[in-house]
């Protein structure tokens, strides 16, 4: 699923970085479950749609 939303545009959205959302792109960090519900409140999707495989 995609959002045609950028890094910086999601960062800004949540509060964070746009590194920290590099690093969550790239599975570099762990991710608290906190930050997976305010990703997709910004996304406007639900969680269980970033666990999805296509």
Do not use: Q, V
């Given at each position: 699923m995609r959002a045609n939303m950028s890094a910086y545009e999601l960062?800004?959205?949540?509060?964070?970085?746009?590194?920290?959302?590099?690093k969550v792109e790239c599975g570099k960090i762990n991710v608290s479950l906190k930050s997976i519900l305010q990703i997709c409140?910004?996304?406007?999707?639900?969680?269980?749609?970033?666990?999805?495989?296509e």
């Open positions: 960062s800004l959205r949540i509060g964070r970085h746009t590194s920290y959302i590099n409140e910004a996304l406007k999707i639900e969680p269980i749609d970033l666990f999805k495989t």
